[in-house]
């Protein structure tokens, strides 16, 4: 891992600091929440302590029934006037109640009266021809029921106000006894018709249903003319639904506990909405005038809830739908919270189950509207936390700029530390950053001194063989003079043994000398040598001719594989390259196993190989082979090896902007020299 990402992994540590803040706000948060919550459900619940009982058992037998089993009639804001359009229609329910298979209807209450609006489509809608004439044509029906069943029927000759009439089954026809207190107003569509519908809530009953007869040309010709008649109701069963609507006497119980700023809203045992009072803070008047800073909008996005949105608990309207509050109508305390207008408001809801012994008679529900995030209400808390955050994030940044610096100046100093040594053994020893007085300065100053100790070593190592050479050379000069000179002198005694010893020192001095000037000499000859385009196949082809005569007890073979083969050099270096590669494979190769030579390669590089069977690479030794006075091969025919061959080879192999490199056969059995090196782009072209 890089410094720079070490002290940005400490930099993050000062997280904790705002860490700790934001757990704290969360739990500040959830007890703000919770207070409100319970503080909202002890007044749902001593609300629906305070109701009386007596006049809610009343309403839950009637309001402990199903959808299906319900009509329920949503309260209107204003009356509306009998004309035969709804647009006029405050109500929440848009949908309506289905009738038959495509007609729909609409009951709503307002003060007194019971209103009902009903779509009827129909493509050919009949009329009276005449009074006492039938067909009696389309009509509308209503069934009531108070104290026993009775059928208003709203029949008319045209479009325009009627009157019920008093009917009766099964023909259900017009009696012409009118009933002034219910009015109605028939009008056609193009579809069909519609009729508008008022009586008073008296007159309705308990249980109320709707039904058309529907009068419809059956035949052909004046003469021969039927009609076809159809009954569609709005109950399924034996009896209309339960009428059922907000009564007056829990309105009046329950408006006292209205209180400012929450909806108050009492349902009966199946979740229908038997009272609904009091409005919650209008969004316009707490969140609209304001101007959140950047701050709080960072913290309101850090600690938002993903709360659900508020559109109302009654699902269809007038009824509590499944949802957080579905659980008060199995006697079960409930609150839940809702988003409202986006993440600034929230809508907080407590339900509280209405019990009476062991019969639950219905519950009730309070809202109240709030902050979506409790703890922003608290400016002392903003700027703490402000504070907080901008502190962490000027740390950071500081930390940050800091291992920034700090990691570009090691960087630069591993990279300087990288190229200190040069393609051809050069040393730089000067480092960047060595006048810095801190840590990183003393690491470049020790790193430049021990460059330009080792710089040293390599300059004595490099003229070590010229030094040697002189050196050596004038003391060879003096004892091969004394020795001829006590020859030609007469000795009574035997000397020849000593003489036999000094020749053979003089004479390993001699190869010692003369393996280091040839050293010296080839890198003189590599650096005058002009390079020329020659054909690599041939000068090894002949090379590999020449050894099989020079050492006859070894095989050598030798094949290319290679259709490029022109390269820019010396053929003569690499004749002398090919002369320490092949006596190095002698020395070393079983006397049964063959030399193999090979040139392969492809358009762009070609790869000598000189393969032979025998000992592995010493594992200690195998980075110094190519170095220079580095030897491992045994003394053979009283000749000492002074390691100065691989070293040759490396020399003539990087003149010819190559490499050599060594390594042990697959199987074990011998060892593989490769060296490669750049096909020439004229032989390439040819």
């Not at 500040?28 to 009982?53: D, I, K, M």
């Not at 058992?57 to 199903?66: E, L, N, Y």
């Not at 008022?198 to 021969?224: H, T, Y």
Request: overall charge negative; proline content about 6%; hydrophobic content about 40%.
């Amino acid at each position: 891992m890089s410094l720079r990402l070490q002290l940005l992994g400490l930099g993050l540590l000062t997280l904790v600091l705002p860490w700790a803040g934001y757990r704290y706000v969360q739990e500040l948060e959830g007890a703000l929440r919770s207070g409100l919550e319970q503080s909202l459900l002890a007044t749902a619940e001593s609300t629906a302590a305070a109701l009386p009982g007596q006049d809610l058992r009343t309403i839950a037998s009637r309001s402990d029934m199903q959808p299906g089993e319900v009509m329920y009639a949503h309260p209107l804001t204003s009356e509306p006037l009998i004309d035969g359009y709804r647009d006029d229609w405050s109500t929440a329910e848009t949908t309506g109640l289905p009738l038959g298979g495509s007609g729909r209807f609409w009951i709503g209450v307002y003060q007194r009266s019971l209103f009902l609006f009903l779509h009827y489509p129909d493509p050919n809608v009949v009329y009276q021809r005449a009074p006492g004439e039938t067909p009696y044509g389309d009509r509308v029906l209503l069934l009531t029921e108070s104290a026993q069943p009775a059928w208003l029927l709203f029949h008319t000759t045209a479009p325009g106000s009627l009157r019920a009439q008093e009917t009766s089954a099964p023909l259900f026809a017009p009696t012409g006894r009118r009933d002034a207190r219910v009015p109605a107003f028939w009008r056609e569509t193009g579809d069909g018709f519609t009729a508008e519908i008022r009586l008073p809530l008296a007159m309705a009953g308990e249980r109320l249903g709707i039904a058309v007869v529907d009068v419809d040309p059956g035949g052909s010709g004046r003469a021969a003319e039927t009609f076809q008649v159809a009954v569609e109701s709005s109950w399924p069963g034996d009896d209309p639904g339960m009428l059922l609507y907000r009564p007056a006497p829990l309105a009046m119980s329950a408006t006292q506990f209205i209180q400012s700023g929450r909806r108050l809203v009492v349902v009966g045992p199946a979740g229908w909405v038997l009272f609904d009072e009091g409005e919650i803070d209008p969004l316009s008047a707490t969140f609209d005038d304001l101007n959140p800073s950047l701050m709080e909008q960072i913290y309101r996005f850090i600690l938002r809830r993903d709360d659900p949105d508020f559109t109302g608990f009654e699902q269809p309207p007038g009824r509590l739908g499944r949802g957080p509050l579905q659980s008060v109508l199995e006697g079960a305390p409930v609150t839940a919270w809702f988003a409202r207008g986006g993440d600034e408001s929230a809508v907080v809801a407590a339900g509280a189950p209405i019990i009476r012994g062991d019969e639950q008679l219905g519950a009730v529900i309070l809202e109240q509207g709030s902050d979506s995030i409790l703890t922003l209400t608290n400016a002392a808390l903003v700027r703490l936390l402000s504070v907080t955050f901008l502190a962490m994030l000027i740390v950071a940044a500081g930390l940050l700029s800091y291992a920034t610096v700090l990691s570009f100046r090691v960087r630069r100093l591993s990279r300087a530390a990288d190229t200190a040594l040069g393609p051809k053994g050069e040393i730089h020893a000067s480092l960047p950053g060595r006048r810095a007085k801190d840590e990183i300065g003393d690491l470049a100053r020790s790193f430049s001194d021990l460059l330009n100790r080792l710089r040293d070593y390599t300059a004595y190592l490099t003229t070590l063989k010229s030094k040697l050479a002189h050196e050596l050379r004038t003391p060879l000069a003096v004892a091969s003079t004394s020795l001829e000179n006590l020859e030609r002198e007469p000795h009574g005694a035997n000397l020849s043994p000593y003489l036999s010893r000094l020749k053979e020192g003089i004479s390993r001095l001699d190869g010692i000398l003369g393996a280091m000037t040839e050293a010296t000499l080839i890198e003189q000859a590599i650096a005058a040598t002009e390079p020329e385009i020659f054909d690599l196949d041939a000068v090894l082809a002949s090379c590999t001719a020449a050894y099989r005569d020079v050492y006859p007890s070894h095989a050598i073979e030798y094949r290319c594989e290679a259709r490029h083969t022109g390269v820019l050099g010396s053929g003569e270096l690499i004749v002398q390259m090919m002369d320490k590669l092949i006596d190095n494979a002698v020395s070393f190769s079983r006397g049964d196993a063959p030399i193999r030579v090979t040139l392969d390669g492809t358009h762009r590089e070609l790869t000598i190989q000189v393969v032979n069977r025998g000992p592995r690479l010493p594992s200690s030794m195998r980075s110094q082979l190519f170095d220079s006075l580095v030897s491992i091969r045994p003394q053979r025919d009283g000749r000492h090896h002074l390691g100065l061959g691989l070293h040759i080879v490396s020399l003539v192999a990087e003149f010819h902007r190559g490499a050599v490199r060594c390594e042990d056969l697959p199987d074990g059995s011998g060892v593989t020299f490769a060296v490669t090196m750049p096909v020439e782009e004229h032989s390439r072209a040819a």
